[in-house]
């Protein structure tokens, strides 16, 4: 053991120091690189990781340029009789800088894992940047950034080549760790070495392996806690549908919500034009359709390139007047589909982060009991997210998002991610929760059935349009186009012309069809719905044609027919209709000889554009 122990204090005097200070510079830069979208980021990324990839006597050379006698900094300083050359301050400077580019792209990696839909749904609850980042995203980087500083103190404790140069080797002043080492092997002082070498690998291995060991104590406690906790949904509920009423324009701006704008993408555009009441629209489309992006520009994450949005009289965004008020302003309520419970705070922490600021203790926990009880988790306020099953952390996303008493509440596909059994649950307490909402409520979903359930008027997207707009009924009765009627379930489609009042010719099923409906002037399809196929045998009625069966699938309470008109099929894809028939029908019918005949209810048959 050497006498002299000043290169264990001056090391850890400067590494201390030098991690303080990367640990809130570097911070800072990785949240400021995080969303900086400006010119030159690659540029910035190379200035700031370049001491982690340079010679660290590249990197002392540099400093001495920069902090010595005829250097900038050096000059500014020389006047006041103060320089860093040969200190310990420089010392500190060295390993600072070294130190700087692990703390950061640490601390970057950290941040770039939380996921944005937290970011997103925090700012529509009314929370400002500043407690964004210290309510969110330093929790939830909190893992990270505790890695970051233990390999950022390591660094600086280990740096050599850097603080050579710039604060050279003065034993008592400046000789760290690193520098005993070298230079007492350089004399032969072997034990010596082994010594220092021992020492500041015990202290910088200690430190990653505490954080390692707290890290993974820390996950599994959150897996035992989440493991002790029943999945099962607590209560069912079966209310009625809300009645169904016609979607109409407002009068005036003055209430609902009222939006007309236009987002243009790398290969996509949406341009959309609608307008909202309290009766709850469904949004429908299929994947890619714009339906995401729509309640993301509504709610203010993303900026629609031109257009309007009034909600209640309150313009939200005017491209022409240049207004675009931020998520926090807009008051609208947002659940997306992983539901974005903040997972670091409880059920009643979530809850209360949209409520007043100006609200007391007593209250908020009042209104945290009566959205608990609404919902049916009465008593889970102190349980954490993970802590919870799928459905439950629905409810508590729905909760929160109604606790801030929004003008506009915008779900976007809440059930995506439940299963069958679960899903159906939730959509019926759904729809009882948002009969007593008095605001406009927007419901995306690319599930019909679940659209025709929930909502009474439904607006259909394809590739960012509005193609219908109207009560849900009409949609699934007079779909406008053959993508609608798809997306409302129809099978069965043939191109279509007109050739006599009342009848047009279905081309690609090879027969006349008399209609009912008008025929559109720009008819291009005819279709008919699988379950309205008439499988019949009396040939008196319109419409009615031989068929030959060409193969079945089977569903626990229906059987598919794929049926091949006027002759049989030559083989399993040679079919003209599927129609669908419950299993007692199918039983009666299996046994019969072909041909079947098959009937189209003229009532039943779709015309499109």
Known sequence: MPLDLSPLWISLKTSILATFITFFIGIAAAYWMLGYRGKGKSLIEGI??????????????????????????GKLMEPLGFSVVFTWYGAAIAATVVA????????????????????????????KESTIFWRISIPLAGSGILAATTLAFARALGEFGATLMLAGNI????????????????????????FWAVAIMSISLSGIIAVNYWQETRQKRQTNSKLAVSPSLSHSLTPSLPHSLAPSLPHSLTSGLFVDIEKQLPGFSLQVCFSADKQPLGLLGGSGAGKSILLRCIAGIETPTRGRIVLNGRVLFDSQ???????????????????ALFPHMTVGQNIAFGLSKGLSTTAIKQQIEAQLITVQLQ?????????LSGG?????????ALASQPEALLLDEPFSALDTHLRSQLEQQMIETLANYEGVTLFVTHNMEEAYRVCPNLLVLEKGKVVHYGTKHDIFERPATVGVAQLTGCKNFSSAVAVASGQVEAID????????EPIPDALSNVGIRAHQIILTNDLSHENTFPCWLARTSETPHRMT??????HPSSNQSDYHLQAEVFKEKWATLKDQPMPWYVRLDPLRLILME
């Open 392 to 400: 439950q952390q629905q409810r508590v996303a729905l909760s929160r």
């Open 171 to 194: 034993p008592g002043q400046t000789q760290t760790i690193p520098m005993a080492i070298y230079f007492a092997v350089e004399g032969g002082a072997i034990q010596e070495g082994w």
């Open 509 to 516: 099923w090879g027969c006349t069809l008399s209609v009912i």
């Open 48 to 73: 700031f990781v370049a001491p982690l990839i340079l010679p660290p006597t590249v990197v002392g050379f540099l400093l001495l340029l920069l902090f010595g006698k005829n250097g900038p900094v």
């Open 561 to 566: 027919l794929f049926l091949k008109l006027h």
């Open 321 to 339: 007047q240049g207004i675009n008020l931020p998520p926090r302003d807009r008051r609208i309520g947002f659940v997306v589909q992983n539901y």
């Open 379 to 387: 008593g889970y306020s102190e349980r954490y997210p993970h802590q």
């Open 100 to 127: 700087f580019p692990l703390m950061y792209k640490t601390a970057l990696g950290a941040f770039e894992q939380i996921d944005t839909n937290l970011l997103r749904v925090a700012r529509t609850l009314g929370a």
